[in-house]
């Protein structure tokens, strides 16, 4: 006895679990939960860049990550989750990226300093040592 499923029952039944697939991969994009984790780390993100030196140092850079945030919540109040969630991300390295430049700028300052400082050392000692 053969218990194999025939030619036109194997594509009908091949049918069905594509139509199936496509069906819960569809349902599963329109029916996207809102992203409020990924909100949540942008916001703390941004909120943790938002200082004074960053706001000095990296002005643009934080002003790209306040906006994609702002961005995010207005995706997450039309409900495009998708779009809000890439936003937020977007939002979140951003605030990454101006803290590190912020940082960045403030150890070139402090190595601009320390080399002056080096400067003025050597002429005072070439001072003295003329005398």
């Not at 819960?24 to 329109?30: E, I, K, L």
């Not at 643009?60 to 495009?80: C, F, G, I, M």
């Amino acid at each position: 006895m053969n218990t194999m499923p025939s030619n036109s029952n194997r594509a009908a039944m091949l049918a069905l679990a594509l139509a199936t697939s496509f069906a819960v991969v569809a349902g599963g994009c329109a029916s996207a939960p809102a992203p409020r984790e990924q909100m949540a780390v942008a916001e703390a993100a941004v909120q943790h860049a938002n200082t004074s030196s960053t706001s000095k140092d990296a002005a643009a850079e934080l002003q790209v990550a306040t906006d994609k945030l702002a961005s995010a919540r207005q995706a997450v109040a039309n409900k495009d989750y998708e779009r809000a969630s890439q936003l937020a991300e977007q939002a979140e390295v951003d605030a990454q990226v101006a803290e590190l430049h912020a940082q960045s700028e403030r150890s070139r300052k402090a190595a601009h300093e320390s080399q002056e400082a080096a400067r003025a050392l050597r002429e005072e000692i070439n001072r003295n040592s003329v005398r």
